[in-house]
Nanobody, 127 residues
């Protein structure tokens, strides 16, 4: 099993930036494909960004392309999400999720494909 802890959320004005981090408990972090998801009140959890096990491949939801950047460090067992040009519609609880296995080139965009997730971090963008 892997334990995930998100950090870096907060309150920011429209157009601002935040950097989210996800720390994983296991040194076998490189065996996990990773993703960021978010859930706003009254809405379903949605895919934000995903990254393959070695970080070769990344993917983004259309709503965040060009504004968000996902990255990982398999030595430090961390994953980050750099969020720029934030909009009020980005307001949500952000979760990092981990899926064991997968190819070196695959990222996953469905939360049901992941087996582990953290407690979430709140991001609030004021207008």
């Amino acid at each position: 099993q892997v334990q995930l802890v998100e950090s870096g959320g907060g309150l920011v004005q429209t157009g601002g930036s935040l950097r989210l981090s996800c720390a994983a408990s296991r040194s076998t972090f490189g065996n996990y494909a990773m993703g960021w998801f978010r859930q706003a009140p009254g809405k379903e959890r949605e895919f934000v960004a995903g990254i393959s096990r070695p970080g070769i491949t990344t993917g983004y939801a259309d709503s965040v392309k060009g504004r968000f950047t996902i990255s990982r460090d398999n030595v430090e067992n961390t994953m980050n999400l750099q969020m720029n040009s934030l909009k009020p519609e980005d307001t949500a609880v952000y979760y990092c999720e981990a899926k064991v296995g997968g190819s070196n080139y695959a990222y996953y965009s469905r939360s049901a494909e992941y087996g582990y997730w953290g407690q979430g971090t709140q991001v609030t963008v004021s207008s």
